[in-house]
């Protein structure tokens, strides 16, 4: 399992399931969620690009290649993570963690990944009620200011 940051155009959800095959380098996701797909075959395909248009850095593009050119035809990710990206240019950063097996995504999934689920909703869920929050504080704000003025 290496965890690698990527960025692509695509705006994947939350346990999007990706692949790579080692004889073209060509990338693909699917459009359900890593615990939702029963086998490799029940998979929808969408191109993503080559692997040398998913803008890995140096480090992370080593450790990708070196994975595909182990004994394996292709190599298996999911993201985990979605974060802003500082260059601004229209891609989005995500933390995938990438898999040599199928076998090992599967395990992967009914394991690892409900728990990584669970702490993603309560960080949303913690995430929401600051920014409500906040709205509040700035409703209350304003609506003092409005009583100075008064």
């Known amino acids: 399992m290496k965890k690698v940051t990527v960025s692509v155009a695509e705006d994947l959800g939350y346990g999007t399931l990706m692949w790579v095959y080692a004889n073209n380098h060509k990338v693909y996701h699917s459009n359900k969620r890593v615990d939702r797909v029963e086998s490799f075959d029940d998979l929808d395909s969408n191109f993503l ?3 040398e248009a998913l803008d890995l850095n140096k480090a992370d593009k080593k450790t990708v290649l070196n994975l595909i050119l182990e004994k394996t ?16 240019n229209g891609t989005k ?4 963690v990438f898999f040599p097996s199928w ?3 599967r395990i992967f999934a009914e394991t690892k990944f409900q728990e990584l689920e669970e702490t993603e909703v309560q960080r949303k869920k913690e995430a ?7 709205g509040r ?14």
């Open 103 to 105: 076998e090992q995504v």
């Open 128 to 134: 929401k009620e600051k920014w409500l929050e906040r």
């Open 137 to 150: 504080l700035f409703a209350q704000k304003k609506h003092a200011d409005k009583e100075k003025v008064k």
């Open 49 to 51: 690009g080559k692997i």
């Open 73 to 88: 035809d292709r190599i298996f990710g999911v993201c985990i993570d979605k974060r802003q990206n500082e260059k601004n």
């Open 93 to 96: 950063d995500y933390s995938v």
